[in-house]
Protein backbone atom coordinates (compact mmCIF):
# COMPACT_ATOMS: atom_id res chain seq x y z
CA UNK A 1 0.00 0.00 0.00
CA UNK A 2 1.63 3.20 -1.04
CA UNK A 3 1.87 6.04 1.45
CA UNK A 4 2.71 9.61 1.23
CA UNK A 5 2.43 11.97 4.21
CA UNK A 6 3.39 15.63 3.58
CA UNK A 7 4.67 17.85 5.81
CA UNK A 8 6.09 21.49 6.45
CA UNK A 9 3.50 23.83 5.45
CA UNK A 10 2.82 26.76 7.45
CA UNK A 11 1.88 30.49 7.16
CA UNK A 12 4.71 32.60 6.04
CA UNK A 13 5.12 36.39 5.02
CA UNK A 14 5.57 37.25 1.35
CA UNK A 15 9.11 37.10 0.20
CA UNK A 16 9.85 34.43 2.98
CA UNK A 17 10.51 30.75 2.68
CA UNK A 18 9.00 27.00 3.60
CA UNK A 19 10.51 23.74 2.48
CA UNK A 20 8.00 20.85 2.13
CA UNK A 21 8.68 17.12 2.81
CA UNK A 22 6.79 13.91 1.20
CA UNK A 23 8.02 10.73 3.28
CA UNK A 24 6.69 8.06 1.09
CA UNK A 25 6.11 4.29 2.02
CA UNK A 26 5.01 1.29 1.11
CA UNK A 27 6.38 0.85 -2.46
CA UNK A 28 10.36 0.63 -3.90
CA UNK A 29 10.64 4.68 -3.57
CA UNK A 30 13.03 4.39 -6.67
CA UNK A 31 11.12 2.74 -9.04
CA UNK A 32 8.35 5.79 -9.17
CA UNK A 33 8.30 9.49 -10.38
CA UNK A 34 7.71 12.08 -7.75
CA UNK A 35 5.91 15.79 -8.10
CA UNK A 36 4.61 18.33 -6.30
CA UNK A 37 0.69 19.67 -7.05
CA UNK A 38 -1.67 22.66 -5.85
CA UNK A 39 -4.95 23.84 -5.26
CA UNK A 40 -5.77 27.08 -4.77
CA UNK A 41 -9.54 27.96 -3.48
CA UNK A 42 -11.91 28.08 -5.89
CA UNK A 43 -8.81 26.81 -8.83
CA UNK A 44 -8.41 23.77 -10.29
CA UNK A 45 -5.46 21.56 -8.94
CA UNK A 46 -1.92 22.68 -10.98
CA UNK A 47 1.01 20.88 -11.29
CA UNK A 48 4.41 22.98 -9.29
CA UNK A 49 7.08 20.26 -9.70
CA UNK A 50 8.44 17.18 -11.18
CA UNK A 51 11.07 14.59 -10.69
CA UNK A 52 11.49 11.53 -12.92
CA UNK A 53 13.46 8.34 -11.48
CA UNK A 54 16.35 9.49 -14.04
CA UNK A 55 16.66 12.91 -12.24
CA UNK A 56 15.02 14.98 -14.70
CA UNK A 57 12.83 18.24 -13.68
CA UNK A 58 10.04 20.25 -14.75
CA UNK A 59 8.86 23.31 -13.04
CA UNK A 60 5.38 25.33 -13.43
CA UNK A 61 6.65 29.03 -15.12
CA UNK A 62 4.74 30.57 -12.27
CA UNK A 63 7.86 29.01 -9.91
CA UNK A 64 10.36 29.19 -11.84
CA UNK A 65 13.51 30.34 -10.27
CA UNK A 66 12.38 30.35 -6.57
CA UNK A 67 11.32 26.63 -6.07
CA UNK A 68 13.54 23.26 -5.68
CA UNK A 69 12.11 20.25 -6.06
CA UNK A 70 14.96 17.31 -4.64
CA UNK A 71 14.52 13.83 -2.94
CA UNK A 72 16.61 11.60 -1.28
CA UNK A 73 16.37 7.91 -1.83
CA UNK A 74 18.07 6.54 1.00
CA UNK A 75 15.12 8.80 3.24
CA UNK A 76 12.51 7.84 0.60
CA UNK A 77 11.47 11.78 0.88
CA UNK A 78 10.89 14.13 -1.37
CA UNK A 79 11.28 17.70 -0.73
CA UNK A 80 9.84 21.07 -1.89
CA UNK A 81 12.13 24.38 -1.04
CA UNK A 82 9.94 27.54 -1.86
CA UNK A 83 11.83 30.34 -1.55
CA UNK A 84 10.42 34.30 -2.42
CA UNK A 85 7.20 32.91 -1.92
CA UNK A 86 4.04 35.25 -2.91
CA UNK A 87 0.47 35.54 -1.96
CA UNK A 88 -0.69 34.05 -4.94
CA UNK A 89 1.56 30.58 -3.67
CA UNK A 90 -1.32 30.18 -0.79
CA UNK A 91 -2.73 26.69 -1.56
CA UNK A 92 -2.63 23.06 -0.49
CA UNK A 93 0.07 21.52 -1.78
CA UNK A 94 -0.15 17.66 -2.23
CA UNK A 95 2.69 15.30 -3.05
CA UNK A 96 2.15 12.42 -5.96
CA UNK A 97 3.63 9.57 -7.33
CA UNK A 98 3.08 7.69 -10.40
CA UNK A 99 5.06 4.74 -12.12
CA UNK A 100 6.51 6.59 -15.45
CA UNK A 101 7.21 10.00 -15.92
CA UNK A 102 6.05 12.77 -13.67
CA UNK A 103 7.59 15.33 -15.80
CA UNK A 104 5.22 13.86 -18.80
CA UNK A 105 2.41 13.71 -16.39
CA UNK A 106 2.13 17.42 -15.06
CA UNK A 107 3.29 18.69 -19.16
CA UNK A 108 0.21 16.95 -20.30
CA UNK A 109 -1.99 17.93 -17.09
CA UNK A 110 -3.45 14.68 -16.74
CA UNK A 111 -2.84 12.26 -13.54
CA UNK A 112 -3.40 8.57 -14.21
CA UNK A 113 -5.72 6.67 -12.21
CA UNK A 114 -2.99 4.50 -10.97
CA UNK A 115 -1.32 7.87 -9.36
CA UNK A 116 -1.05 7.82 -5.69
CA UNK A 117 -1.40 11.24 -3.91
CA UNK A 118 -0.64 12.56 -0.28
CA UNK A 119 -3.41 13.88 1.97
CA UNK A 120 -1.90 17.42 1.33
CA UNK A 121 -0.51 20.60 3.57
CA UNK A 122 -1.87 23.80 3.80
CA UNK A 123 0.94 26.90 2.75
CA UNK A 124 -0.79 29.89 2.95
CA UNK A 125 1.18 33.55 2.30
CA UNK A 126 0.50 36.74 3.56
CA UNK A 127 1.34 39.86 2.00
Known amino acids: QVHLVESGGGSVQSGGSLRLSCAASGYTYSSFSMGWFRQAPGKEREGVAA???????RYADSVKGRFTISQDNAKNTLYLQMNSLKAEDTAIYYC?????????????????????WGQGTQVTVSS
Open 96 to 116: AAVFGSMTTVQALGVMPDSGY
Open 51 to 57: IDSDGST
